[in-house]
């Protein structure tokens, strides 16, 4: 007799353990059996009636079926659900190449798609003086951008051409960390003004010229786009310019970006 009544405590608790967990938008939690699940609907057997009928119910109304196995199939986010017991607490995250972002974070407008582009307008190497950038990036908490920017360099002397004024800028970005990147940029990175000095021997008299221009070359920035909501916010970043093409002029200083950001 006693063998009989293990057998069967054995054969229930395998029982049990095998069963399927459906949990339901609204709370409730049905321990059951699953058939098969065709289109939206599931069709499924109640454990405390293995033999009885087959029981349908809608996909809608399905948060989540936890199998026997241990796997898990999500049907539907819940709304204002009542906490589930006995099941961990699904977090409103999800990741994406080992990294956990949040879905109301507002550094990503869509969270299943994490590429996204905005215009910048402000004053700096990138923007190429006072000018107009275009940028994008991909990835999720780590990724890769791109950008390019027009703009006029502030001219007090009025002895430059027009175009040396109109800079162009182009360059790539590594996001470590959502907004905070490293920026390779090239294009023009100074305008300059050397005086050349001529003695003339036969009235003995020093002169002077100056030549004004604008070099070519390539920065390096340190910076951060901080989006103070989901479409706006502030590009701020400093480093340094190496000049490239004039050798008479200094090589390399110190340059800067600040800008307001528009994302899309």
Request: with cysteine; glycine share 10%.
């Amino acid at each position: 007799m006693k063998s009989i009544i293990t057998v069967f405590f054995l054969l229930h608790s395998i029982f049990s353990m095998a069963q399927d967990v459906i949990y339901k938008t609204n709370g409730d939690k049905i321990n059951a059996k699953i058939i098969e699940i065709v289109d939206n609907l599931i069709k499924y057997k109640t454990t405390d009636n293995i033999n009885g009928p087959v029981r349908n119910i809608n996909s809608s109304e399905v948060f989540m079926i936890k199998y026997a196995n241990g796997q898990e199939e999500l049907f539907k986010e819940p709304k204002n659900t009542p906490p589930i017991k006995n099941i961990q607490s699904v977090e409103n995250t999800k990741s994406v190449s080992g990294n956990e972002v949040k879905k109301d974070d507002k550094y990503f407008i869509d969270n299943k798609n994490k590429y996204f582009t905005c215009f910048a307008f402000g004053y700096g190497q990138t923007y190429g003086g006072l000018g107009l950038k275009y940028q994008g990036r991909i990835g999720n908490i780590m990724g890769f951008g791109y950008h390019a920017g027009v703009g006029r360099v502030l001219d007090f002397s009025g002895n430059y051409k027009s175009s040396d004024l109109f800079w162009v800028n182009a360059g790539v970005k590594f996001f470590w960390f959502k907004g905070c990147y490293l920026d390779l940029s090239f294009g023009n990175v100074l305008n300059y003004a050397i005086t050349m000095y001529f003695y003339d021997d036969f009235i003995h008299r020093t002169s002077s010229w100056t030549r004004y221009g604008t070099a070519y070359g390539t920065s390096l920035l340190v910076g951060i786009d901080l989006f103070f909501g989901k479409h706006f916010g502030l590009n701020v970043a400093a480093g340094g310019a190496f000049n490239l093409t004039e050798s008479s002029a200094p090589r390399i200083f110190p340059t800067f970006d600040l800008g307001f950001i528009a994302k899309f």
